[in-house]
């Protein structure tokens, strides 16, 4: 009697054994399942991103190279066109045979897929961003005068998430009359830089000395001081920034913002590109060298 119960006790536990293997076989293929299709709706996530982003670029390219001192031939400031919507993309950019016959991703065909571009005036909400080495140049057109010394450009700096060591450098190039062409002698004084962190270690000043609250408002003196650009230099670490003209300064120092957007298989993706109404012309050299070595314009 006690062999059979013993027997029984044994059968018991076995298959309580082989129950919780099942269960916990079970569990982890579950497990492996999910995961396999939680990476494959990843990756084809990332697939029509990569798309998006593709068409993005393939878009603004082309606008870009058809764009001549700002200006855009046929598009509307504040004028959404959508390959969707009234104002068609596809007629506005005359881009059946240049460009989207030859995009081989995110095709128009199918009823996901969307472009739209829209041409805007940045204002003094715009964030603006410069990185380490790169500059933005608020540029005076060649032959125009401010005179109106009220005219000022008031920069004030993102503060978020500054990195140890981030600094700028403000660089002033003046012409040596009101309309010419001609550069003047550079000073000392035209370029100076700053810290904008609580910790500048590897600045060879003195931080204290030139150091700069992001909270302080940078103003820039454009009028009546024969400006030909100012220049904002990142140094280390990207810096971000808005800015407004005073009402003197008029429609100068104005940007065009061109954004693009695509959404393939119902991602969305966006980009812009910054365009200076008025272009600057930089010489592959630091202006600085020419000093004593004859006459530098504004165009070189």
Same mark, same amino acid.
């Given at each position: 009697?006690?062999?059979?119960?013993?027997?029984? +006790?044994?059968?018991?536990?076995?298959?309580?054994?082989?129950?919780?293997?099942?269960?916990? !076989?079970?569990?982890?293929? @579950?497990?492996?399942?999910?995961? !396999? =299709?939680?990476?494959? /709706?990843?990756?084809?996530?990332?697939? $029509?991103?990569?798309?998006?982003?593709?068409?993005?670029?393939?878009?603004?390219?082309?606008?870009?190279?058809?764009?001549?001192?700002?200006?855009?031939?046929?598009?509307?400031?504040?004028?959404?066109?959508?390959?969707?919507?009234?104002?068609?993309? /596809?007629?506005?950019?005359?881009?059946?045979?240049?460009?989207?016959?030859?995009?081989?991703?995110?095709?128009?065909?199918?009823?996901?897929?969307?472009?739209?571009?829209? =041409?805007?005036?940045?204002?003094?909400? +715009?964030? $603006?961003?410069?990185?380490?080495?790169?500059?933005?140049?608020?540029?005076?057109?060649?032959?125009?005068?401010?005179?109106?010394?009220?005219?000022?450009?008031?920069?004030?700096?993102?503060?978020?998430?500054?990195?140890?060591? +981030?600094?700028?450098?403000?660089?002033?190039?003046?012409?040596?009359?009101?309309?010419?062409?001609?550069?003047?002698?550079?000073?000392?004084?035209?370029?100076?830089?700053?810290?904008?962190?609580?910790?500048?270690?590897? @600045?060879?000043?003195?931080?204290?000395?030139? !150091?700069?609250?992001?909270?302080?408002?940078?103003?820039?003196?454009?009028?009546?001081?024969?400006?030909? /650009? *100012?220049?904002?230099? *990142?140094?280390?670490?990207?810096?971000? @920034? +808005?800015?407004?003209?005073?009402?003197?300064?008029?429609?100068? @120092?104005?940007?065009?913002?061109? /954004?693009?957007?695509?959404?393939?298989?119902?991602?969305?993706?966006?980009?812009?590109?910054?365009?200076?109404?008025?272009?600057?012309?930089?010489?592959?050299?630091?202006?600085?060298?020419?000093?004593?070595?004859?006459?530098?314009?504004?165009?070189?």
């Amino acid at each position: 009697m006690n062999i059979m119960k013993n027997k029984k +006790t044994y059968s018991g536990q076995a298959l309580a054994i082989i129950m919780v293997v099942l269960v916990i !076989s079970s569990i982890i293929g @579950f497990s492996i399942f999910t995961r !396999s =299709l939680r990476d494959k /709706r990843s990756t084809v996530q990332e697939r $029509y991103s990569a798309e998006a982003l593709e068409v993005n670029d393939n878009i603004l390219d082309y606008i870009l190279q058809n764009t001549n001192e700002g200006e855009i031939p046929g598009l509307v400031i504040d004028q959404e066109y959508a390959s969707d919507g009234v104002n068609n993309i /596809r007629n506005l950019l005359n881009m059946g045979d240049n460009l989207f016959n030859k995009l081989t991703v995110c095709s128009l065909d199918e009823p996901n897929n969307k472009y739209t571009v829209k =041409l805007f005036y940045g204002d003094n909400d +715009t964030v $603006y961003q410069v990185e380490p080495g790169q500059a933005f140049s608020f540029v005076v057109p060649e032959g125009q005068e401010i005179a109106d010394n009220t005219c000022t450009i008031n920069v004030k700096f993102q503060p978020e998430d500054i990195p140890a060591n +981030t600094g700028f450098t403000i660089n002033k190039i003046y012409r040596t009359s009101p309309t010419g062409a001609t550069i003047k002698d550079y000073d000392y004084s035209d370029a100076e830089t700053y810290c904008l962190s609580t910790n500048c270690t590897n @600045f060879e000043k003195d931080p204290n000395d030139f !150091s700069w609250d992001p909270a302080t408002t940078l103003v820039i003196r454009a009028g009546g001081v024969n400006l030909d /650009r *100012a220049q904002l230099i *990142a140094i280390n670490s990207r810096i971000r @920034f +808005t800015y407004e003209p005073t009402a003197a300064c008029k429609n100068l @120092f104005k940007t065009l913002i061109l /954004r693009s957007s695509a959404t393939c298989n119902g991602v969305f993706r966006s980009k812009e590109a910054i365009i200076p109404v008025h272009r600057a012309h930089f010489s592959i050299f630091n202006y600085v060298l020419f000093n004593g070595s004859g006459e530098m314009n504004s165009n070189q």
